[in-house]
T-cell receptor
Framework: NAGVTQTPKFRILKIGQSMTLQCAQD?????MYWYRQDPGMGLKLIYY???????DKGEVPNGYNVSRSTTEDFPLRLELAAPSQTSVYFC????????????FGPGTRLLVL | QQQVKQSPQSLIVQKGGISIINCAYE??????FPWYQQFPGKGPALLIA?????SEKKEGRFTISFNKSAKQFSLHIMDSQPGDSATYFC????????????FGTGTRLLVSP
């Protein structure tokens, strides 16, 4: 099992550009999450999904969009990148919510200049 | 009410010493308290977790102490080793609705040889 995979590992974007961060899991987990991690701020939930076709906003959804067409994939779309979106982005998955262990990917480091 | 406050922000401990990281919460609906460990360049991974029906949980050198009345919980790392050097996040989730994990801001632990 590869677990949770994320691509790319690192990306530099110019202000106003768009990109999609890819996330895939091979554990047949129903729940998937996108977090951003900023120094001293912990992990903030951007969006989550409880199953294919079902997504909802987390704490910090502005400037992002998601889709979940399959159980395995949960891409995060950044439209009109801004310097405030410079961060490390983590995708995670779990069998269900709350008390279930979340398995994290290796992260995507994004720099918006 | 959704916050989990974590301290200290950083910690330096000598090899063989005890590392202690503290967290506090306000939301009495929280009923699951995991700790995640993150090594540089990696995603967080579950280390140990506790539910409020017990006051302590031990796994090897790692112990969670839980004080329900004070709404506080802490991670103790006994006989700390250089390989324990990482960032540690406490988290909490409730038992209603989506049951999302709320993360603390993290503690960067350095164990000196």
């Amino acid at each position: 099992n590869a677990g949770v995979t994320q691509t790319p590992k690192f990306r530099i974007l110019k202000i106003g550009q768009s990109m999609t961060l890819q996330c895939a899991q091979d554990m047949n987990h129903n729940y998937m999450y996108w977090y951003r991690q900023d120094p001293g701020m912990g992990l903030k939930l951007i969006y989550y999904s409880v199953g294919a076709g079902i997504t909802d906003k987390g704490e910090v959804p502005n400037g992002y969009n998601v889709s979940r067409s399959t159980t395995e994939d949960f891409p995060l779309r950044l439209e009109l990148a801004a310097p405030s979106q410079t961060s490390v982005y983590f995708c995670a998955s779990s069998y269900s919510g709350g008390r279930q262990t979340q398995y994290f990917g290796p992260g995507t480091r994004l720099l918006v200049l | 009410q959704q916050q989990v406050k974590q301290s200290p922000q950083s910690l330096i401990v000598q090899k063989g010493g005890i590392s202690i990281i503290n967290c506090a919460y306000e939301n009495t609906a929280f009923d699951y308290f995991p700790w995640y460990q993150q090594f540089p360049g990696k995603g967080p991974a579950l280390l140990i977790a506790i539910r409020p029906d017990v006051s302590e949980k031990k796994e090897g050198r790692f112990t969670i102490s839980f004080n329900k009345s004070a709404k506080q919980f802490s991670l103790h790392i006994m006989d700390s080793q250089p390989g324990d050097s990482a960032t540690y996040f406490c988290a909490a989730s409730g038992n209603t609705g989506f049951q999302k994990l709320v993360f603390g801001t993290g503690t960067r632990l350095l164990v000196s040889p």
